[in-house]
């Protein structure tokens, strides 16, 4: 009923910058709170920014100061600002959001498919 769609991700180089963009589809809907994760090869998923419903925003330690999560509410478009990247930024994206329909019952956690970030020289 309600889909995301990333984009944005691709290959850049150390210290360069990428925007991700999750877009969710649907009708009469709304972001609630937003989440971005991430998962290297190898490794178990990341959790690396959030944003909860009081407007409360973390991030990973290891983004701090690089990242910034985002949305724009007209679009119902969730985004992650990736800044000064790393190597050790490489991995696979997620975004996953907590989207809530016309009723107050009507809550849905939705995934994106996840998109391929790649930083190297």
């Known amino acids: 009923q309600v889909q995301l769609v990333e984009s944005g991700g691709g290959l850049v180089q150390p210290g360069g910058s990428l925007r991700l963009s999750c877009a969710a589809s649907g009708s009469k809907i709304s972001i609630i709170t937003m989440n971005w994760y991430r998962q290297a090869p190898g490794n178990q998923r990341e959790l690396v920014a959030t944003?909860?419903?009081?407007?409360?925003?973390k991030y990973a330690d290891s983004v701090k100061g690089r990242f910034t999560i985002s949305k724009d509410n007209a679009k119902n478009t969730v985004y992650l600002q990736m800044n000064s990247l790393k190597s050790e930024d490489t991995a696979v994206y997620y975004c996953?959001?907590?989207?809530?329909?016309?009723?107050?019952?009507?809550?849905?956690?939705?995934w994106g498919q996840g998109i391929q970030v790649t930083v190297s020289s």
């Open positions: 944003s909860g419903t009081g407007g409360g925003i």
């Open positions: 996953n959001v907590f989207i809530g329909g016309e009723g107050v019952l009507d809550l849905y956690n939705v």
